[in-house]
């Protein structure tokens, strides 16, 4: 099918509906208004809430073939309409088309590949009188919050484990970004039976209503650190079960023996990415002090070379931050550098636009304490810093209340393994940073969520654990 991106509406029971109230958000790149949508209500939850709780019966007793059967053709919508979502994407979040291009190759990858994965069932006790199997059953109704820096993929990657393992999904878009996934919602209906996949636009007070809605059963959650507290107390009030996928603050170790020249290209795109806000971005750079003064010069040259403007424009790879919330938290993080008389070898200013264009910016070796170091920007500021001992420069990595991802870069693989093994995150790499997959589990330590997405542990997830005694003689 082909999608219109002129008009928007929530999908409720596989149907488009309107509401009373509409409401816009800002084309990043020229703070014009993006056309209408939707502004959901307690009364638009309920219906839509009852149609997920009708499907979800029939829906969970489906088998996974039905299921892949429903996903491959949402699969396949998605990628028949890739170029128009892509240049969706870039209008409502503001990154590069190429990058939107790159979000909408991996959704399409993880809606295929998701449901290849088997869910385990394993047979604990096997005997003459009796067998113990653990397995894994659908939860209900999943609702799932999705953030605006990665709008399709992460909508995506929430509908596909929800759906396949037997549940039904309400996605609530951000309201920064709502458009995407309001189509993503139109495919859906093509492709799923009704009140299988829903989407629902609103407000910042959809979330809470989702939250602590009676009705659903389990909420996936993707956003800061600081809205993961509130939606797990909400949760609380329900007993929900929660995945929380929340900020970072990651870590990334440049050891002396590095080849400088071939690993720059890689940590400069590894840290300002869609314009840093990425939680997996690297927001640390520990640098080791014998190759630090030539690591930093080559570092702010590729970096300073990297064109910055509006995402439709050709080779540009610095698109505005999101919105205008976000870019004041950035003004505000730049005011201190001067307030704590920090060196910014690249940027360290903010200029007038039309747009909320943030320079890409580098800050030589501030102190640990500075809010540049200690805060995650979700904008385009670096800080590098030296370092010369091991056990030293692992502390200073580990000294964070998040522990998202974490890096080590090293042509010794015996001490790139070493200090791996002692970093504190969900995801750890050696001579690389958000390397993410399908099948490979996604999640945080410490303030960096509860949970996991993805992979075999990521679609267990969203189901209850089961253990089932049979017994041969009554």
Not at 103 to 130: C, F, K, Y
Not at 221 to 235: H, K, N, Q
Request: glycine content about 8%.
């Amino acid at each position: 099918m082909a999608l219109d991106i002129t008009t928007f509406s929530n999908i409720i029971n596989n149907e488009l509906t309107s509401t009373a109230q509409t409401r816009h958000s800002i084309n990043p790149a020229n703070r014009q208004p993006n056309p209408e949508v939707p502004v959901s209500t307690a009364e638009d939850l309920d219906r839509a809430v009852t149609a997920a709780r009708q499907a979800f019966r029939p829906w969970s007793r489906a088998s996974f073939e039905e299921r892949r059967k429903s996903l491959r053709a949402f699969a396949e919508a998605i990628q028949a309409n890739a170029d128009t979502l892509a240049q969706l994407l870039t209008q409502e979040q503001g990154k590069p088309l190429s990058q939107s291009h790159q979000e909408l190759g991996m959704a399409v990858e993880w809606a295929q590949s998701l449901p290849t994965l088997d869910i385990p069932e394993t047979v604990v006790v096997n005997t003459e009188d009796r067998q113990v199997i653990q397995r894994y059953t659908p939860i209900g109704v999943c609702g799932a919050i999705v953030p605006w820096n990665f709008p399709v993929l992460l909508a995506v990657g929430k509908i596909v484990p929800s759906v396949y393992t037997g549940n039904t999904v309400i996605v609530k878009p951000s309201p920064y970004t709502p458009y995407c996934g309001l189509k993503l919602g139109e495919l859906a209906a093509k492709c799923f039976p009704p009140g299988v996949v829903q989407v629902l636009s609103g407000g910042d007070d959809l979330g809470p209503m989702i939250t602590e809605h009676a009705g659903i059963d389990k909420i996936s959650f993707t956003g800061s650190s600081v809205t993961g507290r509130r939606v797990m107390a909400s949760c609380a009030k329900t007993l929900k079960r929660v995945t929380l996928e929340l900020g970072g603050n990651d870590p990334c170790i440049i050891c002396e023996d590095v080849d400088i020249d071939a690993v720059i290209p890689k940590i400069g795109i590894l840290s300002f990415l869609c314009s840093s806000q990425i939680c997996m971005m690297i927001k640390r750079l520990y640098v080791h002090e014998k190759i630090y003064d030539a690591f930093r010069e080559k570092l702010v040259q590729f970096v300073q070379a990297l064109k910055v403007g509006d995402g439709t424009e050709p080779d540009v790879f610095f698109g505005p931050v999101q919105n205008g919330m976000q870019y004041d938290k950035a003004k505000n993080l730049f005011a201190s550098l001067s307030s704590e008389g920090l060196n910014a070898v690249l940027g360290g200013s903010i200029p007038e636009s039309k747009g909320y264009f943030i320079p890409p910016t580098i800050i030589d070796n501030p102190p640990e304490t500075s809010r540049v170091v200690q805060e995650e920007p979700f904008a385009p500021i670096l800080p590098l810093m030296k370092w010369s001992d091991e056990d030293e420069v692992l502390a200073r990595a580990n000294d964070s209340d998040m522990g998202l991802g974490a890096s080590v870069w090293t042509r010794d693989m015996v001490r790139g393994r070493r200090m791996a093994d002692q970093l504190e995150a969900g995801s750890v790499w050696v001579n690389a940073h958000f390397e993410v997959s399908w099948n490979a589990p996604f999640g945080g330590h410490k303030s960096s969520g509860i949970g996991t997405e993805w992979g075999v542990n990521g679609l267990t997830q969203y189901c209850n654990s089961q253990t089932l005694h049979l017994i041969k003689s009554a």
